[in-house]
Structure formats: structure tokens, C-alpha cells
């Protein structure tokens, strides 16, 4: 499967915005799809995945302003982030593995290229 992040941008603290991660040569249905971040400087972390049963938050900065959608008519699994603050400036990966999720990036198969977010006044 292969995947394309987009959707990335600048936007100003308490803004919010959607990601899209789109998969082609494969259905999203298939597929534990998760969102990942990279702030400069530190490591990858999880934000959040979907798999079949619903959806598992990893980072505790993400719950209650971060939400995961799939649109099968589309294959594109959807990061909705409100609330945005500086912290949250970072490079968002999609990816996708079998089995369970997991928020360990080095479990996942498949990668998008990334797209970058900037909270900024």
C-alpha cells in the first residue's frame, strides 16, 4: 500500500486543521492506519490510529482536540486537530501496519512522506 500525507499548513494557535492521508494500491479498511509527529529535535511519536473496532489515542496532548475518521468512498483516513498550539508544530507521517495498532513507529510497515504543520502567530 502506498500512502500520501497532505494537508499541512500554517496556522495560528486555537486554529485548527485537517490532515488527509490517502492510500492507493490497497484499502484503507484493510489496514491499521496511524498518525505520527516529529517536533524538531525529538523523536517520533504516535498521535493517533484507527483500525476496524475504532480508534486508540496515543498522546496525551492530542485527546479531546484530535480526532481520526475514514472515508472508504474516498480511501482517506482523516486527523481532524483543533485547539492547535505551538507544541503541536511538528512533521505528521501517516502510516500503516497489520495487526494491532501500536505507538511504536518501528512496528509499522508503510509510510507516507509527511507533511509539516506550523503554529504560528
Known amino acids: 500500500v502506498q500512502l500520501q500525507a497532505s494537508g499541512g499548513g500554517l496556522v495560528q494557535p486555537g486554529g485548527s486543521l485537517r490532515l488527509s492521508c490517502t492510500a492507493s494500491g490497497g484499502s484503507v479498511n484493510w489496514w491499521n492506519i496511524g498518525w505520527f509527529r516529529q517536533a524538531p529535535g525529538k523523536e517520533r511519536e504516535g498521535v493517533l490510529c484507527l483500525n476496524s473496532a475504532g480508534s486508540t489515542s496515543y498522546a496525551d496532548s492530542a485527546k479531546g482536540r484530535f480526532t481520526i475518521s475514514r472515508d472508504n468512498a474516498k480511501n482517506t483516513v482523516y486527523l481532524q486537530m483543533s485547539s492547535l498550539n505551538s507544541e503541536d508544530t511538528a512533521v505528521y507521517y501517516c502510516?500503516?501496519?497489520?495487526?494491532?495498532?501500536?505507538?511504536?513507529?518501528?512496528?509499522?510497515?508503510?509510510w507516507g512522506q509527511g507533511t509539516l504543520v506550523t503554529v504560528s502567530s
Open positions: 502510516a500503516a501496519r497489520r495487526g494491532n495498532c501500536s505507538s511504536t513507529s518501528d512496528t509499522w510497515h508503510y
